[in-house]
């Protein structure tokens, strides 16, 4: 299934429409402006939340956690050495853990498990700002992979926004 997350301009906080090939909006992530720390809640049409997204910071870096029916449904952190290309890490309960690796200037990654694709994020076709089209594999959990989506645009975007305040 392919999907397109394009970050909404005029809302208040970090709010996103996620689209079906149709261009029909089936999930959002609402930002939320007031809550303590960097919260986002991935919903579908009818505003049930699906998965809640949390900014934490653990062993002195930076990590988002993904939880699903309050239930911890994964950990995703950058890796701490990555020559070249970025590398992200997807831990999930038990077995299956996820891998994204990707470039961070042309905004391209790739999710898989093991050798198996679960899904590619690209701007590659999308010439607007902050807009990625997000194909997931048929099988695959679409709403942890939109949530991971949504999170490594986060952690690129906090990283660029970093490099150009210094």
């Given at each position: ?85 970025c590398k992200f ?44 089209a997000i194909d ?31």
């Amino acid at each position: 299934m392919r999907y397109v997350l394009k970050e909404k301009l005029f809302d208040l906080g970090d709010d996103y429409a996620i689209r079906d090939e149709s261009g029909r909006e089936v999930y959002r992530i609402d930002g939320k402006v007031l809550a303590i720390g960097d919260k986002l809640v991935l919903e579908d049409r009818e505003g049930n939340a699906l998965a809640t997204i949390r900014k934490k910071l653990i062993s002195f870096r930076t990590a988002y956690e993904i939880h699903r029916d309050g239930r911890h449904a994964a950990t995703v952190t950058k890796a701490l050495f990555s020559p070249f290309r970025c590398k992200f890490s997807v831990d999930v309960p038990g077995p299956g853990d996820l891998e994204a690796r990707g470039d961070i200037l042309d905004h391209e990654y790739e999710l898989t498990r093991g050798d198996q694709k679960v899904a590619e994020i690209s701007k590659r076709w999308i010439s607007i700002r902050d807009t990625y089209a997000i194909d997931v594999a048929e099988g695959e959990d679409d709403v942890l992979v939109l949530a991971c989506a949504v999170v490594l645009e986060r952690m690129c975007h906090d990283e660029e926004e970093g490099a150009h305040k210094s």
